[in-house]
């Protein structure tokens, strides 16, 4: 197969934007942005190469989610990896809790129209990462979740989903390549060298780590080159989770300054407290992986 590969960071500023606001709008299709929707938002975002308006624009996504609608209307003339990608990753991030909410739904039917998908191959990328995920559930001894791994990504082609859409490039921190190739080649999966943060922009968070869980195969060298890139990773995951932390203090501080005796404030601020929350738990789980 074609090793070529395809850099998020080439496609226009616009459509970055409106690949993350639309994971942000359909965790919070259900008024309700849950902590396993953020983990996986945040595993994903790379907002390296954003102008600093558009950077700020995304991560105020948290505290005030887009439309779904608009954000597709950004993505919907991009390329097909693009499109398949956002569409595997909103699938990832509504399934995040194991429960697919009728907002959500509605959300994902919305998303499958604008970016063309077919139902053929919506089925075929929610299996995937079914399939992922129950593999990372059983671990690489199960052979029944192996193959359901391989059957899963073989059903990808044969939809027309491009492989070249379940990886990408030219993000500056990831996993180890190497170990994600040779990991997908024991399974006969035959992927080309890629970078691992493009796997998970491309693959879906939650595929991605599941897959890397058991794939860091190779030398001894390559796994330490493995390990310093899960650490920078993580270090960038945690660097915009604390990002994001300190917008909500500021926002609740703000609020509390116009007064907090106001009942629209106080709810406000309720909603706030317990996003954040949510936030510092993500991130001490992360920062628990660095210990």
Request: glycine fraction near 8%; charged fraction near 25%; include cysteine.
């Amino acid at each position: 197969m074609s090793e070529a590969t395809y850099d998020i960071k080439t496609a226009p500023e616009s459509q970055r934007v409106g690949f993350f606001g639309s994971l942000f709008a359909i965790a919070n299709a259900d008024d309700s942005v849950d902590k396993e929707e953020l983990q996986l938002i945040f595993e994903t975002l790379d907002t390296d190469g954003l102008s600093e308006s558009n950077r700020k624009r995304v991560m105020g996504f948290l505290l005030d989610p887009p439309t779904l609608r608009s954000c597709l209307t950004e993505v919907a003339n991009g390329s097909d990896e693009l499109r398949f990608a956002l569409m595997t990753n909103l699938i990832d991030v509504a399934l995040a809790d194991n429960y697919l909410d009728p907002k959500e739904k509605r959300g994902l039917d919305e998303a499958q129209k604008s970016l063309k998908i077919s139902d053929e191959q919506r089925a075929a990328l929610r299996k995937f990462i079914e399939a992922v995920r129950e593999l990372r559930e059983k671990g690489e001894d199960d052979s029944v979740a192996v193959e359901g791994v391989k059957q899963a990504v073989a059903g990808l082609g044969a939809v027309g989903i491009p492989l070249t859409a379940v990886y990408f490039t030219g993000a500056v921190v990831g996993f180890s390549a190497a170990g994600i190739t040779s990991g997908l080649a024991a399974l006969g999966l035959g992927f080309g060298m890629v970078t691992g943060i493009g796997v998970a922009v491309a693959l879906g968070a939650g595929a991605y780590y599941g897959l890397s869980y058991f794939m860091d195969t190779g030398n001894s060298r390559k796994k330490a080159n493995a390990a310093a890139d899960r650490e920078r990773r993580a270090q960038l995951v945690i660097q915009n989770l604390q990002a994001a932390i300190n917008e909500v203090i500021r926002r609740i501080d703000d609020l509390k300054k116009r007064g907090a005796q106001a009942a629209a404030n106080e709810e406000a601020i309720r909603n706030l407290q317990q996003r954040l929350g949510r936030l510092m738990s993500v991130k001490a789980k992360k920062e628990a992986t660095l210990t």
